[in-house]
Nanobody
Framework: QVQLVESGGGLVQAGGSLTLSCAAS????????MGWYRQAPGKQRELVAT???????YYGDSVQGRFTISRDNGKNTVALQMKSLKPEDTCIYYC??????????WGEGTLVTVSS
């Protein structure tokens, strides 16, 4: 069993910054990819950012240049630094992990609210 615990969500004004963190624990095996997705009410879940075991990083188009993902392989953690936040960034943010066997795991999500 793998657990992903997110932290760092909250309320922030537009233009502000926030950092999300996610810690993985349990029967992780070898991690391939860790990252973040988000979902707004009534919309599909979308990619925010992911980082592979080899250090390849992918960002969603809407956050490119504003968000930065980082990963600590030794601690099985991933962080998302969010800057220049916009009201449209208001979503539930989910931590995501894919292990070397291709199994996918999700955290419960943390709410980020950006006020205008």
């Amino acid at each position: 069993q793998v657990q992903l615990v997110e932290s760092g969500g909250g309320l922030v004004q537009a233009g502000g910054s926030l950092t999300l963190s996610c810690a993985a624990s349990g029967s992780i095996a070898s991690i391939n990819t860790m990252g973040w997705y988000r979902q707004a009410p009534g919309k599909q879940r979308e990619l925010v950012a992911t980082v592979t075991n080899g250090g390849d990083i992918y960002y969603g188009d809407s956050v490119q240049g504003r968000f930065t993902i980082s990963r600590d392989n030794g601690k099985n953690t991933v962080a998302l630094q969010m800057k220049s936040l916009k009201p449209e960034d208001t979503c539930i943010y989910y931590c995501h992990l894919i292990n070397a066997r291709g199994m996918s795991y999700w955290g419960e999500g943390t709410l980020v609210t950006v006020s205008s």
